[in-house]
């Protein structure tokens, strides 16, 4: 099978003032669809980089990116964003809703880069809301609900498009312990009854364990690739 996600050898560098600061030592990793996968590690060891490469937020140095079967490296940048909108659903740690939009209008945002018509947006937007059961929010703006409740919103968000792939990078990070473990509840539902594959960084081991694979990065290197334990 096809993975849906391949590395070969990929390495990052930022540069500063022309100084390369090597950050990502050769990652290789493959995850097919379906999978569940909690990427662990310290503070620094590389785990947003890596994600944000993943989400092809960022390009890296050298390697090889293979998304759905793409050589992402080889695309036009027009190309690659159209790809992540139609692949790639983002949650992060703060949730990142616009302010001043409903919860309705930040699950629509995606659809209409999408290009997809207004009626259909509010119909869809509906129905993800509806199934998420925040369909009583639909018009409360961000600061009206809970930290739960707008991490619920922006999970909403990230199935807009209908992607086959939710990146997620330290989603209970802002979250009490009970909240946490519903929206972890909610991803390993996504995961079973959708089929949607799941990256998630964490650092807490009670969340990586919804997981079914972790992998450990220590110092820009995989040092762990297995079940959760
Ligand atoms: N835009 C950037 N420019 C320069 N250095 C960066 C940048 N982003 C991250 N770094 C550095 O890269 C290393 C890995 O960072 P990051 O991927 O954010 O780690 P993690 O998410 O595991 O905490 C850190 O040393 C960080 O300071
Ligand atoms: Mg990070």
Known sequence: ?????????????????????????????????GEFVAIMGHSGSGKSTLMNILGCLDTSTSGNYYLNGENVSQLSPNQVAN???RLIGFVFQGFNLLKRMTALENVTLPMLYAGISKTEQKKRGLEILKQMGLEKHANSLPNQMSGGQQQRIAIARSLANHPPLILADEPTGNLDTKTSD??????????????????????EPDIARYAQRMIRVMDGRITYDGATT
Do not use: A, C, W
């Not at 972890?184 to 960084?201: D, H, R, Y």
């Open 83 to 85: 790809l992540r909108n």
């Open 182 to 203: 519903d929206i972890m509840t909610l991803f390993t539902e996504l995961n079973k009854n959708q089929g949607i594959t799941v990256i998630l960084v964490t650092h």
């Open 1 to 33: 099978m096809q993975s849906l996600i391949k590395l070969e050898n990929i390495q990052k560098s930022y540069f500063i003032e022309n100084t390369p600061i090597p950050v990502l030592h050769g990652i290789d990793l493959s995850i097919s669809q």
